[in-house]
């Protein structure tokens, strides 16, 4: 009996070992069959003895290890991610500006420049060229990951509400964030400028009865934040959670917020898409992230509305709204603790590997290229707030 326990000890199978109880049935068999699938290069899959070793030329008998497929197939990954990551970069900072330059000379009434990327024009082509650039910015890399990866629609993208719950939950979490990290900057510095450009020169109008900046605004509010969630709680996300989710949510995370190539804007970016991947998986479906995400750009809106006030009570219009926010967050949060209290099912798949956590995110983020670009965006973002 002892020798059966130690040679079932020594069998290592990372399939069979991932803990699938956190999500449904269907989705955990869809999962397990894209992992298993031999010509896929971007599922770690490995079986074996620790005993056993195998012949390999010029080195001799070694034993082949988890570690070192662990390692090869995230490296192989965050190739990939980096290559999207840099799709979106390029975009955001040059494709964009190329396109908008190139429609200044057909005869479009845009124009931009690289030294400053402020955009010039008429408030139609302005808010177009806004919609069509956030949009386009996302889905670049967002496709190029869908046919990378091949992930089932299934797992690619979660859509089974199992615990409303939950969505309540993080939502409630999300309102905590908000109020937290607008503390010391009460918007981001886009939402900040392209507010402020349809606000000037507009002394007779307000802001909000321009048409233009309406359409913008409900675009920037419901479809730009849906399409960022694609992104990151989408197929990056489930290619990651192999591994377990708290690295799935720590890895997507930090590559929202440098995406944002903002330093105000990263620690907030950065714990809403944590919030956005915890409520995913604790409730079922991508559309908990969904709900986060447009929620923090409606906070995020009305902070700029209310800055906009010219009135000397503007700051206490801002504080209340903001306590507001966080009382009824806090009020939610622990509601839904309250009523998880009984519940044991866990919400996140945990990975027991080799590599401890620090070392797996720490050569994770060291891969070239999504090294480079996460260094050209931590450069950006303090270039743009020492400049």
């Given at each position: 009996?002892?020798?059966?326990n130690?040679?079932?000890?020594?069998?290592?199978?990372?399939i069979d070992q991932f803990d699938?109880?956190?999500?449904d049935?269907?989705?955990?068999?869809k999962y397990?069959?894209?992992r298993?699938?031999k010509t896929?290069?971007?599922?770690?899959?490995?079986?074996g003895n620790?005993?056993?070793?195998i012949?390999?030329d010029?080195?001799?008998f070694v034993?082949?290890?988890?570690k070192?497929t662990?390692?090869?197939?995230?490296?192989?990954?965050f190739y990939?991610?980096?290559?999207?990551?840099?799709?979106?970069?390029?975009?955001d900072?040059l494709?964009?500006?190329?396109?908008?330059?190139?429609?200044?000379k057909?005869?479009?009434?845009?124009?931009?420049?690289?030294?400053s990327g402020s955009i010039?024009?008429?408030?139609?082509?302005i808010?177009?060229?806004?919609?069509m650039?956030?949009?386009?910015r996302?889905?670049?890399?967002?496709?190029?990951?869908?046919f990378k990866?091949?992930?089932?629609p299934?797992n690619e993208?979660?859509?089974?509400l199992?615990?409303p719950?939950?969505?309540?939950g993080?939502v409630?979490?999300a309102?905590?964030?908000f109020?937290?990290?607008?503390?010391?900057?009460?918007?981001s510095?886009?939402?900040?400028?392209?507010f402020s450009?349809?606000?000037a020169?507009?002394?007779?109008?307000s802001?909000?009865?321009?048409?233009e900046?309406?359409?913008?605004l409900v675009f920037?509010?419901l479809?730009i934040?849906?399409?960022?969630q694609?992104l990151f709680?989408?197929?990056?996300f489930a290619?990651?959670r192999?591994?377990?989710?708290?690295?799935?949510?720590?890895?997507?995370s930090?590559?929202?917020a440098?995406?944002t190539?903002?330093?105000?804007?990263?620690?907030?970016?950065?714990?809403?898409?944590?919030?956005c991947?915890?409520?995913?998986?604790?409730?079922?479906?991508i559309?908990?992230?969904?709900a986060?995400?447009?929620?923090?750009?409606?906070f995020?809106?009305?902070?700029?509305?209310?800055?906009?006030i010219?009135?000397a009570?503007?700051?206490?219009?801002?504080?209340?709204?903001?306590s507001?926010?966080l009382?009824?967050?806090?009020i939610?949060?622990?509601?839904?603790i309250?009523?998880?209290?009984?519940?044991?099912?866990p919400h996140l798949?945990?990975?027991?590997?080799?590599?401890?956590f620090?070392?797996?995110?720490?050569?994770?983020a060291?891969?070239?290229p999504y090294?480079?670009?996460?260094?050209?965006?931590?450069?950006?973002?303090?270039?743009?707030a020492?400049l």
């Amino acid at each position: 009996m002892n020798d059966e326990n130690s040679a079932s000890n020594d069998v290592i199978n990372v399939i069979d070992q991932f803990d699938y109880s956190t999500q449904d049935e269907q989705y955990n068999e869809k999962y397990r069959s894209w992992r298993m699938r031999k010509t896929n290069r971007y599922a770690f899959t490995f079986e074996g003895n620790r005993k056993e070793s195998i012949y390999i030329d010029s080195r001799g008998f070694v034993k082949k290890t988890a570690k070192e497929t662990e390692n090869d197939v995230l490296s192989r990954i965050f190739y990939t991610i980096g290559i999207g990551m840099l799709m979106f970069v390029v975009f955001d900072d040059l494709l964009s500006k190329i396109i908008i330059i190139l429609l200044g000379k057909a005869g479009v009434n845009i124009n931009t420049s690289f030294s400053s990327g402020s955009i010039y024009g008429g408030r139609w082509e302005i808010a177009i060229a806004l919609m069509m650039t956030g949009f386009l910015r996302a889905a670049v890399p967002l496709t190029y990951f869908h046919f990378k990866f091949r992930l089932p629609p299934r797992n690619e993208i979660m859509w089974k509400l199992r615990s409303p719950g939950a969505l309540f939950g993080a939502v409630s979490m999300a309102f905590i964030v908000f109020a937290a990290t607008s503390i010391p900057d009460a918007y981001s510095t886009d939402t900040k400028e392209i507010f402020s450009f349809f606000a000037a020169g507009q002394a007779d109008i307000s802001v909000l009865d321009q048409t233009e900046f309406l359409v913008y605004l409900v675009f920037d509010v419901l479809v730009i934040p849906v399409i960022t969630q694609m992104l990151f709680c989408g197929a990056m996300f489930a290619v990651l959670r192999q591994f377990g989710d708290n690295f799935a949510i720590m890895m997507t995370s930090l590559s929202a917020a440098l995406m944002t190539q903002d330093i105000h804007s990263m620690p907030a970016v950065f714990l809403v898409t944590a919030v956005c991947g915890y409520g995913m998986l604790a409730s079922g479906t991508i559309f908990t992230a969904f709900a986060v995400n447009i929620l923090y750009k409606m906070f995020l809106t009305a902070i700029a509305i209310i800055e906009s006030i010219e009135s000397a009570s503007m700051p206490i219009y801002r504080n209340i709204f903001m306590s507001a926010v966080l009382i009824v967050g806090g009020i939610g949060f622990f509601l839904y603790i309250r009523s998880s209290i009984k519940k044991s099912k866990p919400h996140l798949a945990v990975y027991t590997s080799e590599i401890s956590f620090g070392r797996r995110v720490l050569g994770s983020a060291k891969t070239f290229p999504y090294s480079a670009v996460a260094i050209i965006c931590l450069v950006y973002a303090i270039m743009k707030a020492v400049l």
